[in-house]
């Protein structure tokens, strides 16, 4: 017996190089999160990937955490278990579905009880990649690997229109790889699967043996670029200085595709604790410039005869604090956001109306006031808040766009076409500043220069026509 287990023990440490590392070396979090109170219905396909992922990386020899639908407590907290388990010389791995959002050039990872209104409440309440990252180096991890798959168009950017849409590169330390599901600033939307193309991809190829990981990634974007016939191209970073293999072993013989080379069978699916239901139908939503326009019917009714309203607890919420408090300037605007986010114009200039009383120079507010008023088609009234906004903030890009609605919806094409080209001058990206300034040109006489800019719109929002549709413009 004594030789038995002696020759055992030989034959495991002369094959042990062909094997992934111990699981003790390889540490990852996965996380999923789907249900956001503050989107119209729960994600599909964040939980799925996440169980998929965490199965696949514990066959590939990774000691691996899975949370679902975490807080910003749960997030920290298991972020720290992470931190506490990588060994210098390790694997470090984070993978995350859910939302995220691009602020002060870095990308952040929304937990589900976010509160955000403010670019500062998303460096308050989101996690930002580039110092997890820092982490996983400062722990001591050499090889250090984000997967994101969440460059989703999220409820909160209806909210104030300065964010920039998808997500930022990373600055990165030295051995690591990061892979977005999408390109940099740009989004996907939903397929209404119950998993993404993203994580199908990348499954696909992680199964595969014998590649390095930046060969996996880069045959996944490749992959995924053609299963999308190129709408969605993921983006790669990387700078690792060794030869991490996800499963080391043989690599693949020349020719031999991924459908060809070897691949374990996947689990049987884990029964769901708690099943997500099925997302309703709903439209798509809005680019992050404007908040979402709801169909209600009738923007100057009360708050209470409108049962969206009445019935949503952020409106309730903020009502109680303005009731405690009619002076209460954040609950105001936060409102006054709600209320223009829902198709409640009226509503919400009634609050910026408020908020600008009580804080004469908050330039957010004269904006939003400005778009809402455009909106509804208080037309003169609108230009004189758009022109304050910028006499308070010169170049402020949103509101140069929504002084281009208000001037293409009073017919003043040409200054229209002037405010869009200087919101494009400080963002070519902006959807509805070439939109806008498509429609300017047509109706100016430009067909064909019109015609591009409308084509560019709608290839980075796709229901950019729905938008302006609903501000009144066709």
Not at 60 to 86: C, H, P, S
Not at 255 to 278: M, N
Not at 396 to 407: C, I, K, T, Y
């Amino acid at each position: 017996m004594n030789i038995r287990l002696s020759l055992l023990a030989l034959l495991v440490f002369l094959i042990a190089p062909a094997l992934p590392s111990a699981a003790a070396d390889r540490v990852a979090l996965v996380i999923g999160n789907a249900k956001y109170p503050d989107a119209d219905t729960p994600l599909k396909e964040p939980v799925n990937d996440a169980r998929s992922v965490a199965d696949e990386l514990k066959r590939d020899g990774f000691t691996v955490e899975i949370g679902e639908n975490l807080t910003g407590e749960g997030m920290r907290q298991a972020f720290e278990r992470l931190y506490g388990k990588i060994k210098p010389g390790g694997v470090a791995l984070i993978f995350f579905s859910g939302f995220g959002i691009q602020s002060n050039r870095q990308s952040f990872l929304i937990p589900v009880d976010a509160r955000i209104w403010t670019e500062a409440n998303v460096r308050r309440d989101g996690f930002s990649l580039d110092m997890i990252l820092d982490e996983f180096n400062n722990r001591g991890a050499a090889v250090k690997i984000a997967l994101i798959d969440a460059s989703r168009r999220n409820p909160f950017e209806r909210r104030f229109r300065s964010l920039s849409a998808g997500l930022a590169p990373v600055i990165t330390p030295n051995g690591t790889l990061v892979m977005y599901s999408a390109a940099l600033g740009s989004l996907i939307h939903d397929n209404g699967r119950d998993r993404s193309l993203f994580v199908q991809e990348l499954l696909k190829e992680i199964r595969v043996p014998g590649l390095t990981a930046e060969e996996t990634l880069n045959r996944t974007r490749a992959d995924l670029t053609h299963a999308s016939q190129d709408e969605q191209v993921p983006w790669i970073s990387s700078s690792l200085a060794e030869n991490f293999s996800f499963i080391p072993g043989p690599r693949p013989a020349a020719g031999l595709s991924e459908q060809q080379a070897p691949e374990p069978a996947p689990p049987p699916p884990a029964p769901r604790a708690d099943p997500l239901p099925p997302k309703a139908e709903t439209p798509a939503s809005p680019p992050p410039e404007r908040p979402v326009v709801a169909a209600l019917p009738n923007n100057d009714a009360p708050a209470a005869a409108q049962p969206s309203l009445a019935d949503d607890p952020t409106v309730k919420s903020l009502s109680a604090r303005i009731a405690d408090n009619p002076d209460d300037v954040g609950a105001l605007y936060r409102r006054g956001q709600v209320y223009a986010g829902k198709g409640a114009y009226s509503l919400a200039v009634k609050d910026f109306d408020d908020t600008i009383r009580l804080s004469p120079k908050d330039v957010e507010a004269y904006n939003n006031r400005c778009w809402a008023r455009a909106v509804i088609g208080d037309l003169q009234a609108a230009l004189r808040d758009c022109n304050e906004a910028l006499r308070l903030r010169p170049n402020f890009v949103d509101a140069l766009d929504s002084r281009g609605l208000v001037n293409l919806k009073s017919g003043l094409t040409k200054n229209a076409i002037a405010d869009f080209d200087a919101a494009l001058k400080l963002n070519p990206r902006l959807a509805s500043s070439l939109y806008g300034r498509g429609l300017a040109r047509q109706r100016s006489g430009a067909v064909s220069e019109g015609e591009a800019d409308i084509n560019n719109a709608k290839a980075i929002e796709p229901n950019i026509v729905q938008e302006f549709a609903g501000y009144g413009v066709r």
